[in-house]
């Protein structure tokens, strides 16, 4: 644990000691979903812990619905979903298909570091939207996510913990997380 950020220490701890079994036996049942979604990511130029961000989405289920209208393993809201490619609508919703909404989630991603080149500030904006990471920057003057966190949304500071950690159990203890703020 001497690789991670220490704001992100005991938060990380905490969530290791709630999820591990959990996330443990997430990874063995995703194995072939993960496999999708290296490929694709590889592919888009985007880090492949970034399949992460499913897990912690929707617990990588295609099923998944948030209360707020969100859907599938990447929880694509109706209109993100639409703009990346996803069809939507009656007795058709691509957000709930792996492959097509990996496609689009690889999309996305690749939209919102060209605007922040940073790989924790997409995972924010993943989650609260640009705006809210656009204004947490300007209030900070800052664009690094420990100096803006506390201007972002409880929930979407804890998102960004939360993808920290999810990567460190499915990577392993011995794993560096640093997140460059250039493309791998």
């Not at 703009?83 to 957000?95: I, P």
């Amino acid at each position: 644990m001497e690789h991670l950020n220490p704001q992100a220490l005991s938060f990380v701890q905490d969530y290791m000691e709630r999820h591990a079994d959990d996330l443990k036996e997430l990874q063995a049942w995703g194995k072939p979903y993960f496999d999708m979604m290296d490929d694709i990511l590889t592919q888009n130029n985007i880090p492949k812990q970034l399949k992460y961000l499913a897990v912690i989405e929707s617990n990588l289920k295609s099923s998944a619905v948030s209360w707020v209208g969100a859907v599938g393993p990447w929880q694509f809201m109706p209109g993100t979903a639409t703009t990346m490619g996803l069809r939507v609508g009656r007795g058709v919703d691509e957000r709930r298909d792996y492959l097509k909404s990996t496609k689009a989630a690889s999309k996305y991603l690749n939209y919102l570091y060209d605007i922040y080149e940073d790989w924790l500030l997409v995972v924010a904006a993943y989650n609260c939207g640009p705006g809210r990471v656009n204004s947490a920057i300007a209030k900070a003057g800052s664009s690094d996510f420990w100096k803006l966190q506390y201007h972002l949304p409880a929930e979407s500071r804890n998102h960004v913990k939360k993808f920290i950690a999810t990567h460190y159990i499915m990577e392993g203890e011995g794993v560096l997380l640093r997140y460059p703020s250039s493309r791998l």
